[in-house]
């Protein structure tokens, strides 16, 4: 691991961060889909209470395996994904092979891409964004303004 992805691993949240909300996935659908992309639209932000806020967020996720990586390098990971999706679809419509699961734990890589916030409300903010999953948290580098442009991989 890197130093990055350790101090990531840490949860070390600076002075001054304020938060803006919270939103949980469930990864369900995509794992029993996993070649098709999951999008979420205009998902409502809770706040330190469980009580929707005015925020949404709005993902696009996807399943890639260690084969997608390397064949993307830099490339855009979701847009890949969606051309692969779209020519399995017209080269074997209908026909899937099941692979037996195994069950043996295995370990997973998950990557999140961050690009930007849009609007978002106050003065003199410093917006980061944090992304736990399974007990690891990560966050963004902090930004000023209202429009931050992160465009961070973690």
Known sequence: MSRKELKWL???TPYGMRFI?????LLKPLMKHPHEILFVKDLTLLNHSMRPTDCTVTLQVAHMTKR???KTGDEDLLGITAREVATQKLVVPGSTAHRALSSKPQHFQVRVKVFEARQLLGNNIKPVVKV???GHQQQTRIKMGNN???NEVG
């Open 68 to 70: 997608d990586i390397e």
């Open 132 to 134: 736990s999953i399974g």
């Open 10 to 12: 840490k949860g070390m």
């Open 21 to 25: 909300g919270l939103a949980t996935v």
């Open 148 to 150: 931050p442009f992160f």
